[in-house]
């Protein structure tokens, strides 16, 4: 069975950090690229960053240069640094990854970030 375990995530004010974590189970985690999306309210889920098996990283424009994501293929956990945040980072947080042609994705993590 393939679970994606989220956690961190919370309140924070504008200008400050929240580090993300999802760590997975039942796949071969270093073999597989990892993304995070986002999702604010009443909106559609939107790409966030991803990670590749060789850790080579990709971003949205609007988030690049503030967040960065990694990994740790010790612990098939893949981490969302997010810095320098913003209201309209407010969202809810899912971690992604793919497997025998279908997605698998963590229970979602709530951020929000005050002005």
């Known amino acids: 069975q393939v679970l994606l375990r989220q956690s961190g995530g919370g309140l924070v004010q504008a200008g400050g950090s929240l580090r993300l974590s999802c760590r997975t189970s039942g796949i071969n985690f270093k073999i597989h690229r990892m993304a995070w999306y986002r999702q604010a309210p009443g909106k559609e889920r939107d790409f966030v960053a991803a990670?590749?098996?060789?850790?080579?990283?990709n971003y949205a424009d609007f988030v690049k240069g503030r967040f960065t994501i990694s990994r740790d293929n010790a612990w098939n956990t893949v981490y969302l640094q997010m810095n320098s945040l913003k209201v309209e980072d407010t969202a809810d947080y899912y971690c992604?990854?793919?497997?025998?042609?279908?997605?698998?994705w963590g229970q979602g993590t709530q951020v929000t970030v005050s002005s």
């Open positions: 992604q990854t793919a497997w025998k042609g279908r997605d698998y």
């Open positions: 990670i590749s098996s060789d850790g080579s990283a």
